[in-house]
């Protein structure tokens, strides 16, 4: 009965604020829609047919596939435009992996429970799942070549199918949850500003294509 008021942050733990409910709840949301849409995840998944044809899909997304064709394209190529744009996306592609790497180690959000780590190729920080390196990938490079390659329309529409469709083959294998990914794409999208405006040039960067 003479007990005084209780502390400050015992109050604030048995009154959330409205910021910390809807937080919480959305991350509720956020795996319980990630889980039923893993339908992938493993062979006895619901769609476990199509997870071999999910994981070519993820090899297409990868980092290392796009940084050794990147590189050899811009050790054959003899056009200097051409080489311009390959050595910009080597540079944006690396940057890529930099900056997921860095959010990776930050945030540290573990992948989904049900997800099967089977993945192609992993180093340290691909035990976290935030953001998907994937989708920040897919978001870039679909950016860049739809601004740097001149495409035909039917082509045009297959990048962007292709960028979503490696991002919706993350959450359907259990690898990221529905907001590793979408955050991934926003992050993609923003990247490609960054390069753009760093932008490596003969007259910006001639060491660089000295080398070429």
């Known amino acids: ?37 893993g339908v992938c995840a493993g062979e006895n998944s619901a769609w476990g047919s199509a997870r071999p044809l999910m994981k070519v899909i993820e090899v297409s ?29 080597l540079f944006a592609l690396l940057l890529d992996l930099v900056l997921v790497a860095v959010v990776k ?14 993945m192609f190729v992993t180093i340290s920080v691909d035990k976290y799942s935030f953001p998907s390196g994937h989708a920040t990938r897919a978001a870039l490079v679909c950016r860049f070549v ?4 001149v495409l035909a329309v039917p082509l ?9 469709i490696v991002s919706i083959s993350r959450v359907m ?29 003969p007259l910006s960067a001639p060491a660089l294509f000295a080398l070429w």
């Open 105 to 118: 180690g930050l945030v540290k959000r573990r992948r989904p429970t049900h997800n099967k780590m089977d």
């Open 1 to 37: 009965s003479t007990a005084g008021p209780l502390p400050e942050e015992d109050c604030m733990k048995l009154n959330p604020s409205f910021l910390g409910i809807a937080l919480s709840s959305l991350l509720a949301i956020d795996l319980w829609a990630s889980k039923r849409l």
């Open 156 to 164: 045009r529409v297959l990048v962007v199918l292709w960028a979503l």
């Open 173 to 201: 294998l259990g690898r990221h949850n529905m907001t590793d990914v979408l955050f991934g794409l926003v992050l993609g999208y923003a990247l490609y500003s960054v390069v753009e405006y760093c932008w490596l040039s």
């Open 146 to 149: 739809l601004r740097h390659l």
């Open 61 to 89: 997304g990868h980092g290392i596939p796009w940084l050794l064709g990147t590189f050899c394209g811009l050790c054959q190529s003899d056009s200097s435009a051409a080489r311009e744009v390959l050595l910009n996306l």
